[in-house]
């Protein structure tokens, strides 16, 4: 029984140096192999808890990089869409600047017929002459949409924000203009309409097909008593039934028959004028129409005090019966 018992049993030597005696320790074998055991149990044990606690820290800290990442890609996200919206506000800017300045010219433009306009009604308002003048301005168009180059040249922050102000500051002088504009226009283009019908309405056309004279304004021997007469107007001899024309655009304000004018119409005009048509065979118009220059009023004849087919025809300037001459001198008139 001894015998396996010691077999049973392991001996440890422990010898700690040369000067000391050896030491004999005693355990069993079981015990030798448990403690070992333990150790190793242990360790694992402690190497598991901590490749647990290694794996859950790894684990968190790819959490966090994954919501890093996120929030990487959501900022540059948003830093692309504000250049891109930094980039659009620029393509913006520059294209209302052009529209701007493009918006300016015409203004300008405008401006200048605005002004040459006043000229023309100044000009015509005291002369009245019936030559038609026309003034040419040139203006430079463009088309933006193709055929464009040019080296790029990056724009700078402060470059946009001077160009803002450049722009707000034209659409600034661009209202200026158009309040001033907007007061002076509607007083031009009175006075434009007004120096229309005075130049319309000026007695200026000759009133027939016909252009022979056979009786001029002032004094001449009657055709029918022989004796010296004051003659009004002149006459215009013609085919019956030719048409006769309105001298200069205004209103009927007569159109009627008597004894010695025959049929007749008078029409006014501006600037206390009236233009009398006599020894009509047909009247075309009624009191109160209004007619423009060369529209036809009546058809040429001989009735009333009259020798034969024509036209008499006289200028009355506030009452008192003027040469017609002045107004009508056709250059192809011819006089008998």
Known sequence: MKSATANRRMTLLVMRDAQHSVKQIHLSKPLMIAVPAAAVLSLSGLVLALQAHSSQVVSQLEQKVTLENMKNLQLQSSVNSREQSIERLQNEIIKLSSQAK?????????????????????????????????????????????????????????????????????????????????????????????????????????????????????????????????????????????????????????????????????????????TWYMHLSKIQVDVGDSVDKGEQIALLGSTGRSTGPHLHFQVVKKDKPVNPLPYIRSANSEYN
């Open 102 to 274: 493009d918006m300016q010219q015409k203004m300008e433009h405008v401006d200048e017929l605005e002004q040459q306009l006043q000229q023309f009604i100044d000009k015509h308002s005291t002369s009245m002459s019936t030559d038609d003048s026309t003034d040419k301005v040139s203006s430079l168009s463009w088309d933006a949409s193709e055929h464009v180059g040019g080296e790029f040249i990056a724009v700078h922050e402060n470059e946009m924000l001077d160009l803002a102000q450049e722009t707000k500051d034209d659409f600034q002088e661009m209202q200026e203009l158009l309040k001033t504009m907007e007061s002076q226009v509607p007083h031009t283009l009175k006075k434009a309409q007004e120096t229309q019908t005075q130049i319309s309405g000026n007695p200026t056309l000759w009133p027939t097909t016909s252009t022979v004279m056979t009786s001029s304004f002032g004094y001449r021997t009657d055709p029918f008593t022989g004796k010296a007469a004051f003659h009004a107007g002149i006459d215009i001899a013609g085919e019956n039934g030719g048409p006769v024309y309105a001298a200069g655009a205004g209103k009927v304000v007569t159109a009627e028959e008597s004894g010695a004018r025959g049929r007749y119409v008078i029409i006014e005009h501006p600037n206390g004028l009236q």
